[in-house]
Antibody, heavy 119, light 111 residues
């Protein structure tokens, strides 16, 4: 069965960076897009960007350019998102989600990774 | 960016009655005869769950009491008859163009 297993909660200091992982299983990792979505406490959903592991092409929401960097490791079927220069505004739950084709929908989601930025 | 405006922000519906949620896009999300609008359900502490894709297609495993309709800029999610387990927040999402965007969410309470 398809699963996206995300890394555990993170507590990091302002100004630091963090890398969140999303390990895929149950399907061909290189044939689907992986998207990342941000959700601040009690707020809605915000799209960060996508990576296509097959050719490691990426696309970012302009708002997250310079903040988020998406990578993928085909050997371990794992997608990563690095967030840099962290501030309290980055405290949120971050989800990874799968998309079959561009213009489709998110059919499977990770459980979410809670990031807390605090000194 | 395409802005999606959901209404109402919250609603309370009696058990067995109908819940109707609207999603209006700032520009058309149709292309080549298809509507690129999806609906998700999210419960506290859980990721969103796909309910409806391409405006009106029911995702596998989702009960038939959920239905979607609309095209262009106006879309609707209906739930009928509402059950206790439908208490959640519902989001529309467009995939017609980057950046993908979500509506602000509608919180459904069951009376």
């Amino acid at each position: 069965q398809v699963q996206l297993q995300q890394s555990g909660p993170e507590l990091v200091k302002p100004g630091a960076s963090v890398r969140i992982s999303c390990k895929a299983s149950g399907y061909t990792f290189t044939s689907y897009y992986i998207h990342w979505v941000k959700q601040r406490p009690g707020q809605g959903l915000e799209w960060i960007g996508w990576i296509y592991p097959g050719n490691v092409n990426t696309k970012y929401n302009e708002k997250f350019k310079g903040k988020a960097t998406l990578t993928a490791d085909k050997s371990s079927s794992t997608a990563y998102m690095q967030l840099s220069s962290l501030t309290s505004e980055d405290s949120a739950v971050y989800f990874c989600a799968r998309e079959v084709r561009r213009g489709d929908y998110f059919d499977y989601w990770g459980h979410g990774t809670t990031l807390t930025v605090s000194s | 960016d395409i802005v999606l405006t959901q209404s109402p922000a919250s609603l309370a519906v009696s058990l067995g009655q109908r819940a109707t949620i609207s999603c209006k896009a700032s520009q058309s999300v149709d292309y080549d005869g298809d509507s690129y609008m999806n609906w998700y359900q999210q419960k506290p502490g859980q990721p969103p769950k796909l309910l409806i894709y391409a405006a009106s297609n029911l995702e596998s495993g989702i009960p038939a009491r959920f239905s979607g309709s609309g095209s262009g800029t106006d879309f609707t999610l209906n739930i009928h008859p509402v059950e206790e387990e439908d208490a959640a927040t519902y989001y529309c999402q467009q995939s017609n163009e980057d950046p993908y965007t979500f509506g602000g969410g509608t919180k459904l309470e069951i009376k």
